[in-house]
């Protein structure tokens, strides 16, 4: 019997347009079954989903970055791991000078910020309904480095992502994750940073078993989640190196692929 799911958010439980269904909404809510969001992205950026479910487990923000709950649309902060504040400023000022028209933006407990609103960050606002605040690099390196938790990157080509990924890579340092969240994203976090670290952190607080597991994603950055349950599900959308880690395949995200995974297969299971 399942006894807890885990959804990430950008292609799985949110359609094209960052929004979660009526449909996948009463589903949810219909299994009466715990659940908790694994996300990339920042609690200002999951309050709706959290608020159309009602949930009040805890939840898991920036790749694992982050656990907290949300109490009165307050975030209580159960676990967090910050960027160090120079290993922060080392790697903005190499992305800029190397990278000069990947979209860089930042984000804190409560805040997104960038310097510049240009294509990546239109559309990136687009999909979280947020508009990020304006505010100069400087500024953000002085001010805010200490409290960022993730370093958020927007490439115009996948091939640039690519390549940004490598030259990051090369600069080896030890302190941080950098992931994929799709072809032209590349997220930086703590190394302390994984959504598995926040599932195991619900696990131990729970006293789990991992057949007692589910878990739904789209993203190579969902593989580590995966690893934890004993019935990873992975969308129609997502790229065959992620289903070929999947116990089971749903539909898209834009074809209720929630509702049915869990009609279809969580339901069915003893």
Do not use: C
Not at 155 to 178: C, M, P, V, W, Y
Not at 206 to 228: S, V
Not at 233 to 244: G, H, Y
């Amino acid at each position: 019997m399942i006894k807890y799911i885990f959804f990430d958010m950008d292609g799985t439980i949110l359609d094209d347009d960052g929004y979660i269904t009526d449909e996948s909404v009463k589903t949810i809510k219909e299994t009466e079954i715990p659940v908790t969001l694994v996300s990339a992205r920042a609690p200002i950026e999951m309050s709706e989903v959290i608020n159309r479910l009602e949930l009040t487990e805890p939840q898991i923000a920036f790749n694992g970055g982050l656990i907290f709950q949300e109490i009165n649309q307050q975030q209580k902060i159960l676990e967090e791991h910050p960027l160090k504040a120079d290993v922060a400023r080392i790697l903005i000022q190499a992305i800029k000078s190397e990278f000069p028209k990947v979209s860089v933006s930042y984000y804190d407990l409560t805040h997104w910020y960038t310097d510049e609103i240009n294509h990546g960050i239109e559309v990136e606002a687009d999909i979280v309904h947020l508009q990020p605040d304006l505010i100069s690099v400087e500024e953000v390196l002085s001010d805010k480095t200490e409290e960022l938790l993730k370093i958020m990157l927007i490439g115009e080509t996948e091939s640039e992502i690519l390549a940004l990924k490598e030259f990051l890579e090369n600069l080896q340092i030890s302190d941080i994750n950098i992931q994929r969240s799709n072809p032209l994203y590349l997220e930086i976090t703590s190394k302390q940073a994984k959504k598995s670290h926040g599932i195991d952190y619900i696990i131990e607080k729970e006293n789990l078993k991992k057949n007692e597991l589910a878990a739904f994603g789209d993203g190579h950055n969902d593989l580590p989640m995966f690893e934890r349950v004993a019935y990873p599900i992975a969308m129609d959308n997502a790229p065959d190196e992620v289903k070929q880690h999947a116990k089971f395949i749903t539909k898209s995200n834009i074809q209720e692929g929630i509702s049915y995974g869990i009609k279809e297969y969580l339901n069915k299971i003893d």
